[in-house]
């Protein structure tokens, strides 16, 4: 099974800063890697698929790099409604999997 | 527009069952994969299990394999879990996802219902 691990768990930023959160795979998922946002009480949303594709609706701040088994999720220009917690998910194969998140905190 | 809504959660004891239910409505229901996934109280996401558009394959997460069921019926728009032999650490939300996939064949969850809150408790 593919093993995805999420760095770092947790940070602290301010409105218009730049955040990068990272991704690695336990092998390649062929760019079978998509990030969804989830805020408090809410089901998670899609933000970016396929590694680096923005989802329909989403602010271009969000932006998705990376192949095989190294990814990276980049917030340009943080905004209040930015602060929540991701998470990257793996869907090369089954059982598909999530990384354990990074919430991001107002500093 | 696209809705998802959950419903069967609930306080169960441990080692019973019950089913939790997904209705769909505003997209073409028979063409989509179907997923399960799972948040424990303050935790992560966990991927439950997914089921084809045309139910003709099946995929578990190890933790519930031999426990949970997913199923659907396109002629109702619903896809369900079957959850048995429940334990402490089935509890969770529940969510419903539709699995949707573009032209290059990549796949991902593009919508999510509210989720259904499942507790085991005795």
């Known amino acids: 099974d593919i093993q995805m691990t999420q760095s770092p768990s947790s940070l602290s930023a301010s409105v218009g800063d730049r955040v990068t959160i990272t991704c690695r795979a336990s092998?390649?998922?062929?760019?079978?890697l998509n990030w969804y946002q989830q805020k408090p009480g809410k089901a998670p949303e899609l933000l970016i698929y396929?590694?680096?594709s923005l989802q329909s609706g989403v602010p271009s701040r969000f932006s998705g790099s990376g192949s095989g088994t190294d990814f990276t999720l980049t917030i340009s220009n943080l905004q209040p409604e930015d602060f929540a917690t991701y998470y990257c998910?793996?869907?090369?194969?089954?059982?598909?999997?999530f990384g354990r998140g990074t919430k991001v905190e107002i500093k | 527009q696209v809705q998802l809504v959950e419903s069967g959660g609930g306080v169960v004891q441990p080692g019973r069952s019950l089913r939790l239910t997904c209705a769909a409505s505003?997209?073409?229901?028979?063409?989509?994969?179907m997923h399960w996934v799972r948040q424990a109280p303050g935790k992560g996401l966990e991927w439950v299990a997914m089921?084809?558009?045309?139910?003709?394959?099946?995929y578990y997460a190890d933790s519930v394999k031999g426990r949970f069921t997913i199923s659907r019926d396109n002629s109702k728009n619903t896809v369900y879990l079957q959850v048995n032999s429940v334990r402490a650490e089935d509890t969770a939300v529940y969510y419903c996802?539709?699995?949707?996939?573009?032209?290059?064949?990549?796949?991902?969850?593009?919508?999510w219902g509210q989720g259904t809150l499942v507790t085991v408790s005795s």
């Open positions: 998910q793996q869907s090369y194969n089954t059982p598909w999997a």
């Open positions: 996802a539709r699995g949707s996939y573009d032209t290059r064949g990549y796949l991902f969850l593009d919508y």
């Open positions: 505003g997209f073409m229901f028979s063409r989509y994969g």
């Open positions: 092998q390649s998922t062929d760019n079978f």
């Open positions: 396929a590694a680096s």
């Open positions: 089921i084809w558009n045309d139910a003709s394959n099946k």
